[in-house]
């Protein structure tokens, strides 16, 4: 399960690829909100959130950096 959540992954390391995904999820909130959704539009909201704050201010792309697999 802890796999689930790993967003500190290679695949991330273009910055296009992590904006894509920060507003394809605050996007998901919006359609939530407005079809009458605030339970899932605030989950949606805090996963947005979650996922902005990991991929611009905890991530760290350096080769050999803490997120590094290898």
């Known amino acids: ?8 992954s290679p695949f991330f390391v273009p ?6 995904v920060v507003v394809l999820v605050f996007g998901w909130a919006l359609i939530e909100l407005s079809q009458g959704s605030p339970g899932w539009a605030l989950l949606f909201a805090a996963a947005g959130a979650w996922c902005a704050w990991q991929f611009f201010f905890v ?12």
């Open 15 to 20: 910055v296009w690829r992590r904006v894509v």
């Open 59 to 70: 991530f760290d792309q350096r080769p050999g950096g803490p997120n590094d697999p290898d």
């Open 1 to 8: 399960m802890k796999r689930l959540f790993e967003v500190r």
